[in-house]
């Protein structure tokens, strides 16, 4: 059903979490993995500069674990996208696009109206953004089984 899954990446606990759904539907449909990592940037005088000071540790830890997906037996890839003014939801539904996902996954506070409005959500706006479907995992949506979070099992190997 899902040829291929995006899962989006910012390094964050939250894109963790939702990487145990992303690894247990990419088992199921037999998915290749495109993790998406947005490098926002900001424009000035001497070009276009990372918006997070810690972006080259970021990127360290999502390349760790494509190669971690990679050696459990997953098809997948990085995919760093990046614009300078282009807003992290767009990035994300531009590279899913690009790569003709067929499902994005994306980590989230899972948090109300009123909370979303002062802070944003970049599901929220992935929901209008994308041209695929889009699902957001919350922290407490994740199941804790360990056969269902482990990165040891191949894909298509029996649970």
Known sequence: MFEIIVWATDGSELADHALATVTELARV????????????????????????????????????????????????????????????????????????AGLIVVGTHGRGAAATVLLGSVAKALLHLATCPVLAVTPGSVSRRPAQTSLSASPGQPR
Not at 68 to 76: H, I, M, N, P, T
């Open 29 to 100: 449909h037999e998915s290749k993995i495109v993790a998406v990592h947005a490098d926002e940037r900001l424009r000035g005088r001497s070009g276009a500069a990372p918006l997070l000071a810690d972006e080259a540790d970021i990127r360290t830890k999502v390349e760790r674990q494509v190669a971690e997906l990679r050696e459990a037996g997953f098809d997948a890839e990085l995919r760093v996208a990046s614009a300078a003014g282009r807003s992290t939801p767009a990035l994300i539904a531009a590279a899913a696009a690009g790569v003709g």
